[in-house]
């Protein structure tokens, strides 16, 4: 249980990181962002695929086992698709950064605000993800899970303090918001790994869905962000060797 609390307590952290990196360089070029985000990308589909989606067709046998993989990753799907409907993507906020948004504006700044819920609202099944990967038992995958979705939270938390600050919020309210949304991703950990511990019946299940989320969020917010801004080359290559560098770390500590 300790390493679950601390591997949590990391996972937020990296936001918390990614926000003091955010306030040190309010102003990072979109190439070093697509890059980082890129390289993040490419670890959390390894981690999707040979953490969570693989694992969870070891548990049944037959076609039983490929039917419940296959419903947990499109129902993870679907359930941040939903979320999507309610809360601004990813891509969108890359249209307004470096813009001066004036707090008389009241528009933009909710337009500001709404980006962050939708960092926090993400956070949530990306907590619950890596909560998820210690029901397998396999510590070492479940760190290397929880450390690409914490590589994945800096360039997050790099990127929601520039909006704020130009809205004209101070630097210890935009700083607690920015907490705020790695809080919620420690609630996620813990709560994947109570739902998984209490009945390991839905292992199967909540694996797959863990992987669906984060392919989802791979696909639809990190992959068209990244290549947004005209660095895409550098930006697939990058994504390559984040995930070839997780596939090496998961098989020496496999």
Not at 218 to 231: C, F, N, V, W
Request: charged letters at 10%; proline letters at 3%.
């Amino acid at each position: 249980m300790e390493i679950v609390l601390l591997t949590a307590a990391g996972v937020g952290l990296a936001t918390v990181i990614g926000s003091v990196i955010g306030f040190i360089f309010k102003k990072t070029s979109h190439r070093f962002s697509d890059i980082v985000l890129s390289f993040a990308a490419g670890v959390m589909l390894c981690a999707a695929v040979v953490g969570l989606i693989m694992p969870s067709l070891e548990y049944r046998d037959g076609a039983v086992s490929v039917l419940v993989c296959i419903a947990g990753v499109l129902c993870g799907a679907v359930c941040v698709n939903l979320i999507d409907k309610l809360v601004p993507h990813l891509h969108n906020m890359s249209e307004g950064k470096g813009e001066e948004i004036h707090p008389a504006n009241s528009e933009r700044l909710n337009k500001v605000l709404l980006f962050v819920i939708a960092i926090a609202i993400h956070n949530l099944p990306e907590g619950i993800a890596a909560g998820v990967g210690f029901g397998t038992g396999n510590t070492a995958e479940a760190l290397t899970i929880a450390g690409g979705i914490a590589l994945q939270n800096i360039p997050e938390g790099m990127v929601i303090i520039a909006p704020m600050l130009a809205a004209g919020m101070s630097k210890t309210k935009t700083f607690a918001i920015a907490v705020g949304t790695g809080v919620i991703e420690v609630v996620g950990t813990l709560l994947g790994y109570f739902a998984v511990s209490v009945s390991t019946a839905v292992l199967p299940f909540a694996l797959a869905f863990a992987g669906g989320t984060m392919i989802y969020v791979i696909s639809d917010e990190m992959i068209p962000e990244t290549h947004a801004h005209g660095h895409q080359r550098g930006a697939t290559y990058s994504l390559i060797i984040g995930f070839c560098l997780m596939l090496m770390f998961d098989f020496i500590l496999g």
